[in-house]
């Protein structure tokens, strides 16, 4: 079909080319002379100008096309020049033509033209600048066949998102004879091309594109043999893709928080925020009430990131979204709810629901408005709306519909507003295009409240009162309006009640008896009834303060408590303290524990007693006592006493015996040396001289263990031993002191010495220590023998 249309043309031209006139010479902007002399003269005049005025008068891109257009196939010159020359086309093609020619953003294109299309032609384009002389000559030459174009197009749209990039191409008269087109891109400030080929010569879609990216691109269309030639079209900027929401914010005020605001009026200040906010060009805000009532003008499209809105105390949604020549951003939006609380502005405004589908208005007869909305929803629902217009100044209207449908035991809202048109009363403006006159609530029928008050708490208990509070009844278990609480104080199983005002939630119980029991009960009460009782709190009543005096015994009663606990701890601790720093050190004089044993120093004999009897002896313990008795005279000029100090120290040296020959010879039993092992607490040392061992045991001290003479052992004398104790220096010195004192002199000890084991304890030996005090004077003479004394320590 194409094809035969452009045979259909190509014979059209022909034959007015033929028959009416082949060369026809339109006027141009200069004078139009196309005689061949004279185009040869303008040639060599302009070629051989001295004086370069090029940037004046010059010519450059030129070039001549074919386009299909309605009429057919026309041929059309394009070049760039200055606005203030004066161009001449002339056409020649067996004959020569002027072709008139206009400019547009400095680009000079001629009028369209007849050509043949297997004939070559020329363009001469002579440019004269009105203040020089000089003049600007270019040409063209090209066979009409082989000049065919398509495009650039006439119209591209394109949109980003999630990474692609699609384009929507037009291409004017040319669409005919595209079959597909190419598209050129890159990103900004790159220069490497990428290039994706449509598949129709409609639409063209680009794949993993970088959405925060911008991007630069370039259309054509493919060649083909109708389009030899397909230019680029200009370069076109694609902004990134917008992929965030907007953030928004709303201040709200109204005539109470602003009095500059009309009563019945909100002031709304939208805000928002974008994060690539240099991407987008504007915004796109949408107002529109949440009932759906629509408006001739809901959308305001602005470059700023606030919007002032002046709106009813109607609920509205607000829906932002960023916008470019890209595309949108997702959509963020924002409620704003309904003012269904009381304000003292509201004018008077009653309802009445006459049945489950009609209901009736009336207001105050002085308002002069002609043009009405009333508005009406039970929460959780989508509000209803009625646009009216009053004709006459009544104040009363009745609405009835079957798409109404009231429901008992819910409440109702209605919103009675008012607009300031005259004609027609649907909404023109969302903004400030109506105002809130009043606010009522009704039920189509009231019941009474099916649930009790919840979270009953008694708190602040003294002795003859308490508080009480609880939560109200939620609106959908009130089922009515609430008229006030019944409150149930029983002590005793006596019930009394008391009725309280539907707008507290506390209420405070008075003159109550001091450690009492009191239970609490609460219901809530409509014009229908009352409704179900809450569960029992029960609660106790503090005892009788106490009196000034009582306190002030009681705090007296409690400090001396804690003085007297203070001095007794105080006490034990300074004792504890006083051992610990600064022990007692006792008397060695007046202690029992520490005895003192001496034995004289020259002594008939000194050998223990047979390894037998010393065994015997040795078996003595805690429960016998053995005594040593002596039966010998001693000299009384015999040496004196030697004491042998036997040490716990180990490396002490040992006191050396002294031995005083005997008077008379004896047989002498082998001695054994005296062994003293330092480890052990008790040491034993038993010696005699003519001693008779006599043993008591229990209380009895009358058995004799055995009887020795003085012929049975060598007279021999042996030093008296000390065992060492913690009091050792002060032993040491005492004998050291008696020793200097006595000198040469015998000691007069009374015969019959006891020698006690260390295993006894220290009664035992205070017994015998005491008896021997007891002995009158003179009880010993210098005859006496002292006997040997072991001390224990």
């Known amino acids: 079909m194409r094809k035969c249309s452009a045979a259909f043309y190509i014979a059209l031209g022909l034959l007015i080319s033929g028959f009416v006139s082949l060369w026809t010479t339109v006027a141009s902007t200069g004078t139009c002379d196309c005689s061949p002399e004279n185009l040869n003269l303008l ?40 606005v203030s020359t004066s161009y001449t086309l002339y056409t020649k093609q067996r004959k020569c033509s002027c072709v008139a020619v206009h400019q547009k953003d400095k680009i000079w294109t001629s009028n369209y033209f007849l050509v043949v299309l297997n004939w070559n032609m020329t363009a001469h384009v002579i440019g004269t600048s009105k203040d020089q002389p000089s003049c600007t000559y270019k040409n063209f030459s090209g066979i009409p066949s082989m000049m065919t174009m398509c ?41 490497r091309w990428k290039e994706q080929q449509s598949e129709n010569r409609k639409e063209c879609v680009l794949l993993n594109l970088t959405p925060s990216l911008p991007y630069e691109l370039q259309t054509q269309c493919v060649p083909i043999k109708d389009c030899a030639q397909c230019p680029l079209s200009k370069v076109i900027m694609v902004p990134p893709e917008l992929t965030d929401a907007p953030s928004i914010q709303l201040e709200i005020q109204d005539h109470m928080q602003n009095l500059s605001i009309s009563p019945g009026q909100r002031k709304v200040v939208v805000k928002w925020e974008y994060a690539n906010s240099e991407a987008v060009d504007n915004y796109n805000v949408t107002v529109r009430k949440v009932s759906g009532e629509s408006s001739n003008r809901d959308s305001f499209i602005t470059e700023n990131s606030s919007l002032t809105l002046i709106l009813s105390y109607s609920a509205y949604n607000i829906s932002i979204r960023a916008l470019n020549s890209a595309g949108s951003s997702p959509v963020s939006s924002i409620a704003i709810e309904q003012m269904d609380e009381w304000r003292d502005s509201f004018g008077p405004f009653t309802v009445n629901i006459t049945s489950n589908s009609s209901f009736s208005l009336s207001w105050s007869s002085s308002v002069s408005s002609v043009c009405y909305s009333v508005e009406w929803w039970a929460k959780g629902q989508i509000p209803a709306f009625r646009p009216f217009y ?23 809202y209605f919103f009675l507003h008012i607009r300031p048109y005259k004609d027609t009363c649907n909404m023109k403006n969302v903004n400030d295009s109506e105002t809130t006159y009043g606010l009522a609530q009704t039920y189509f029928t009231e019941g009474s409240p099916i ?33 006030g609480y019944y409150i149930y104080l029983t002590e005793d199983n006596n019930e ?25 009960q609460l219901s809530a009460f409509t014009a229908a009834g009352e409704g179900e009782r809450s569960d029992s709190k029960h609660f106790v009543t503090n005892l009788p303060d106490f009196t000034a005096l009582n306190s002030i015994i009681a705090a007296v009663v409690v400090g001396i408590i804690i003085l007297l606990l203070a001095v007794h701890f105080s006490f034990r601790l300074l004792h504890r303290a ?16 520490v005895q003192k044993i001496e034995i004289a120093y020259e002594l008939g004999i000194l050998e223990p007693l047979n390894r037998q009897r010393l065994e015997e002896s040795e078996g003595c313990d805690s429960s016998t006592v053995c005594v040593v008795g002596s039966k010998r005279e001693a000299s009384p000029l015999s040496s004196p006493p030697t004491t042998l100090l036997l040490s716990e120290d180990e490396d002490s040296p040992s006191i050396p015996e002294e031995i005083t020959p005997p008077d008379i010879p004896t047989q002498v039993p082998t001695r054994e040396p005296v062994i003293t092992n330092l480890n052990k607490t008790d040491s034993i040392l038993s010696a005699s001289l003519d001693e008779e061992v006599t043993t008591f045991e229990s209380k009895d001290p009358g058995e004799t263990v055995s009887n ?25 010195f005492q004998q050291v002191t008696m020793t200097g004192i006595q000198g040469p002199s015998i000691q007069a000890v009374k015969p019959g010495l006891v020698a006690v084991h260390p295993g006894q304890d220290y009664v035992r030996q205070s017994y015998f220590l005491q008896e021997i005090v007891k002995e009158p004077p003179g009880a010993f003479n210098s005859i006496d023998v002292l006997n040997s004394e072991i001390t224990v320590l």
């Open 578 to 593: 006083k051992k610990l720093l600064w022990p007692s050190i006792p008397n060695p004089e007046n202690s029992n524990a």
């Open 390 to 412: 009053m004709k006459t100044k009544s104040s009363t209207i009745t609405f009835h519909s079957p798409l109404i449908n009231f429901q008992p035991y819910t409440r109702y």
């Open 451 to 483: 649930s009790a008050p919840g979270n009953v708490s008694i708190l602040n208990i003294t002795q003859h009162s308490s508080v009480i509070t609880w939560s109200p009844v939620s609106e959908e278990d009130l089922r009515g309006f609430l008229l």
């Open 151 to 191: 495009g650039p197009h006439s119209k591209i749209t394109y949109k980003r998102s999630s990474g692609y990039l699609t384009v929507w191409v037009e291409w004017g008269n040319d669409s005919n004879y595209i079959k597909n087109f190419l598209v050129k891109y890159r990103e900004f400030n790159t220069t």
């Open 496 to 520: 009394t009640s008391f009725e309280v005002d539907p707008s507290v939630n506390s209420f405070e119980l008075q003159n109550l008896e001091s450690n009492s029991a009191y239970r609490v």
């Open 708 to 732: 020795t003479t003085e012929l049975d052992f060598i007279r021999t004398s042996q030093p008296a031993v000390v065992f060492m104790s913690d009091y050792t220096t002060m032993e040491i």
């Open 43 to 82: 040639k060599d005049k302009c070629n051989n100008t001295e004086v370069d005025i090029s940037h004046l008068t010059g010519v450059s891109d030129l070039g001549c096309y074919i386009k299909y257009i309605t009429s057919g196939l026309n041929a059309i010159c394009e070049w760039k020049g200055n």
